[in-house]
């Protein structure tokens, strides 16, 4: 394959996973970090394949979906749409606007992700490993992002993703699930950096 995967995402530690998986299959990747730079990265690099995330900077990821699929060089241009929300409107929608599949970030397996970008490029996949993963990755949590006041609420925190017990910002600890159950590819938890308080 010739022509990259494009990786549409502004925040760097989901941007870093999927590279990760991807590039221990042997494809190569480019990344946006914003919808303005994917559409443009769409259109000078004619990538294989496209995962977009749909909250994103300048432009979200129906906006940049739209705008590719009414280009006449970049319509056919499979796309996957990346998201923590997964709610059934959201997927509909990316659906109606031209996506050819939809996974949540965090949730879709690495082999998972795999399967879906062999299956929209017409590769095989008999031969497809278990690409490697770090046993940990640490997120940060964007508050402006739309899902971040639902999730803060669900924690039960009241100054945004502060810690309770030091003030410090809490980060998003992914770490790797053992038991290996469908559809789970980390266990998350909140921890502090400061006191290594857990939540």
Not at 47 to 70: F, H, N, Q, S, W
Not at 78 to 89: N, R, Y
Not at 98 to 113: C, L, Q, S, V, W
Not at 186 to 193: A, E, I, N
Request: aromatic residues 6%.
């Amino acid at each position: 394959m010739n022509n990259p995967i494009l990786i549409a995402e502004d925040e760097a530690s989901f941007r870093r996973i999927y590279r990760d998986v991807l590039e221990s299959q042997g494809f190569t990747v480019i990344e946006a970090v914003d919808g303005q730079a994917a559409i443009e990265m769409a259109k000078q690099h004619q990538p294989a394949l496209i995962l977009l995330d749909i909250i994103m900077p300048k432009k979200d990821g129906y906006a940049v979906l739209t705008e590719l699929r009414a280009d006449p060089a970049t319509r056919a241009i499979p796309v996957i749409m990346f998201s923590v929300l997964g709610e059934k409107t959201d997927v509909s929608k990316g659906l109606q606007l031209g996506a050819n599949d939809y996974a949540m970030k965090g949730m879709t397996t690495p082999r998972e992700i795999i399967q879906k970008v062999r299956t929209l490029l017409n590769q095989p996949a008999a031969k497809l490993q278990e690409p490697p993963a770090p046993d940990i990755y640490h997120l940060r949590i964007m508050p402006t992002k739309g899902d971040a006041v639902i999730f803060q609420k669900d924690l039960d925190l009241d100054k945004s993703f502060d810690c309770p017990k030091c003030g410090n910002e809490l980060n998003l600890e992914l770490q790797r699930a053992t038991d290996r159950q469908p559809g789970h590819w980390y266990v998350g938890h909140m921890v502090c950096p400061g006191c290594k308080n857990e939540i």
